[in-house]
Structures are given as C-alpha cells and as structure tokens.
C-alpha cells in the first residue's frame, strides 16, 4: 500500500514519508480494515520502493490494497484538512496551560511574567501579530529552519522523521491562528510568554566574549521591569527612531519570535495527541515541556550561524529588515 492511515493523527500519511519507528509511534494501519502494517523498503536497479503492507497475513489482505488504492487523493486530502483543524482547535484550547508548564518550573520566568513592562510590552507585540509585523507568516518558515538547525543534536536524533515534521506542522498552524482576530487572549499569553524568558535573563551571555548585539539584548532587562514609567519611556524612544532602543526593539522582536517557536516546537506534542484520543485531558500526566531546545550556541556570542542571521550585525546601520 502507498498508503497508510494513522490513528494518532486521525490522517492518511503516505509510505514514502513513513520511517519504521513512526509506524508504531504515530499508530499506522491500514485504511480500509485498521490492521496494523509495518515499513517496507524494496530496493530495484535503479531506486528503492517504499511501501506498507499488513503486519499479519491473513484473507482478504488483497482486497484491502485494492480498496486503498481506490481511495482518491481528494478525499484523503479532505479527511486530513478536517482532522488537521480538530487537532489544532484541541492544542488551542490548552495552549495557554502548556506554556504554564516551562512557568511553573522556572520560578524566575514566573515572577518576570508579573512585570507591568512584560504585560505592556506584550499588548504591544500582540497588535503586532494581527497587523503580521510580528513572526510574520513569510517570515515562520526560514525561523522555523533555524530553530530546527539549532535543536539539541541528540534529541534531534532520536526525533523519527514524523515526529519533527509534525511538531513543525504543528508550530507553524498555532502562530497562524494567533494571528486571527479572535485568539486575543492566546496571543497576549503567548508574547507575555516569550517576554518573560527575556526579562528573566533567559539569554544571559558569556561576560568574556560580548559583542553589542548581546548588550542589546541584556539591556532589555532594564527596560522589561515592573516599572511601567520606565517601559514607556523606552517605547517613546522607539517611536522617536532613537538609539539603542531602536535597535533593542528590532533585537527584542527577533528573540521572542525564536523564543514562542521554540517553545512550541518543545510541546509534548504526541502525549498530548494520545491523552486527547484516549479521552483524557491534553496535559494529562504531563509536568513539563519536553525537553527539546535551541543548543547553548543559539544566542552565543560566539555563534555566527543560526540566530545571528535575524539579529543585526556589529557594522549593519540598517538593523534586522525583516521586523520592521
């Protein structure tokens, strides 16, 4: 069979996309009768054909492959639109709850949330959102790249190909639907979020080696404070085109977009999926995200790779154009 259908995600997913650890990982079947198959890989002359095929022999298994193939790829793709939007619908309903969890555990990121710099800040980032001039959606691709670039190389490893794809897929449908007008409240949660990692020191830099852009982002600290004067009055500079707040601002918007989507590229995504099929609450027996994050060097004075390219550079007068 070309094609398999995956209890977890409720999709019909094709072979050639099916790695062998997936196939028990995300619950593939058959389409047609819901027994389980297994990952073949044929090898010809000149290519390798990868197809399912049952995992047990028994009658009938002929005519479950002819009716799966009947199956047109218009109605596949109309089952998997609709099971896409109910998998989002339930992510979104517990979204909020889910970035309580990296809280709940970082007691600094916590009381960096009460700040009434971080609460204006993040009413300022969440207009934003809806006007696409934060984590814009041409943007949410390239940054998801580098996210993916810069995961810890082990649990990268250990990710089988669905798995990243799907958390990917995931990432990328949630920042869409914050952009919608009615997901206000999820979207003020989710850049008071990202704001509060930064006013926590979540990207403390080597004191050895610093460069300007990372006393940029240290000096955010003083300005995302529980002093609302103090916001305001760096918000005016910004407005006034002044220096550094303009370019802090260009620094901030870049941070805390890597920052959301890391976060939710780090949701125990398919825990969260199989506590839903089984009828439990989404979080479930869950305590914490998982723990799959930008390697140490992402924001490293030293790094001339992965987020630098987001960020402006020591000789760039211009700043980083795509936030603006």
């Not at 204006?120 to 691709?141: G, P």
Request: charged share 25%; glycine share 8%.
């Amino acid at each position: 069979m070309k094609v398999g259908y995956s209890l977890l995600l409720g999709e019909y997913v094709p072979a050639d996309q099916v790695r062998y650890g997936d196939v028990a990982g995300f619950q593939i079947v058959c389409p047609c009768c819901k027994d389980p198959v297994i990952k073949v890989e044929r090898p010809t002359q000149t290519e390798v054909t990868e197809f399912l095929s049952h995992y047990a022999a028994k009658p009938g298994t002929g005519e479950c492959e002819l009716r799966v193939a009947s199956i047109t790829a218009e109605a596949r793709a109309q089952t998997n639109r609709e099971s896409r939007g109910q998998t989002l619908k339930m992510f979104m309903s517990v979204l909020r709850d889910a970035l309580q969890l990296r809280v709940r555990n970082a007691p600094e990121i916590e009381h960096a949330s009460r700040y009434a710099g971080v609460g204006l800040v993040a009413e300022l980032m969440a207009h934003c959102m809806v006007r696409d001039e934060w984590l814009m959606a041409q943007e949410v691709d390239r940054l998801l790249d580098i996210v993916v670039r810069s995961i810890d190389t082990d649990r990268a490893i250990a990710e089988t190909g669905m798995a990243m794809s799907f958390r990917r897929r995931l990432a990328k449908d949630i920042v869409g639907h914050l952009r919608a007008p009615h997901a206000g409240k999820s979207r003020l949660s989710a850049a008071r979020y990202a704001l509060s990692n930064i006013a926590a020191g979540g990207y403390a830099v080597n004191p050895d080696r610093v460069v300007t852009t990372d006393k940029l982002v240290a000096g955010l600290r003083k300005v995302l404070t529980d002093d609302p004067d103090v916001t305001m009055g760096w918000l005016k500079d910004v407005t006034e085109d002044r220096e550094p707040a303009l370019r802090q601002y260009e620094i901030l918007m870049a941070t805390t977009g890597m920052e959301l989507l890391s976060t939710l590229m780090r949701l125990p995504a398919l825990a969260m999926l199989a506590n839903h099929r089984a009828g439990r609450h989404p979080l479930h027996g869950i305590d914490d995200l998982d723990y799959f994050h930008p390697s140490s060097e992402v924001l490293g004075s030293t790094l001339e790779g992965p987020v630098r390219v987001v960020l402006p550079g020591e000789d760039d007068e211009s700043g980083p154009t795509p936030w603006r």
